[in-house]
């Protein structure tokens, strides 16, 4: 089992800038697929980016396309979330996630992997 540590969150002006950090510990951080997901209140957990163990692939959600940044560092066994420009709708409880890679869109998915605690984003208008 791998646990997951976010940090980063904040309350910040729509327009401006957040960097999420997930640190992981306990089993091995390579091999895993990381990934964000949010919950913003009385909606259910979506995903929002990911990338996998090289850094090769990185997928985003459409609304964050453009905005957000996702990376990783495997020495540190960190992964990151550059989010620019942001809306009054990213308001949500991030989550890091991480998951075994698998056939299909199995990053998308809110039912499997570990979770952190999940920070808090909230932008003002």
């Known amino acids: 089992q791998v646990q997951l540590v976010e940090s980063g969150g904040g309350l910040v002006q729509a327009g401006g800038s957040l960097r999420l950090s997930c640190a992981t510990s306990?089993?091995?951080?390579?091999?895993?697929?990381m990934g964000w997901f949010r919950q913003a209140p009385g909606k259910e957990r979506e995903f929002v980016a990911a990338i996998t163990w090289s850094g090769g692939r990185t997928y985003y959600t459409d609304s964050v396309n453009g905005r957000f940044t996702i990376s990783r560092d495997n020495a540190k066994n960190t992964v990151y979330l550059q989010m620019n420009s942001l809306k009054p709708e990213d308001t949500a409880v991030y989550y890091c996630n991480a998951k075994v890679p698998a056939l299909g869109e199995y990053y998308r998915r809110t039912d499997s992997g570990s979770w952190g605690q999940g920070t808090q984003v909230t932008v003002s208008s």
């Open positions: 306990g089993r091995t951080f390579s091999g895993y697929t």
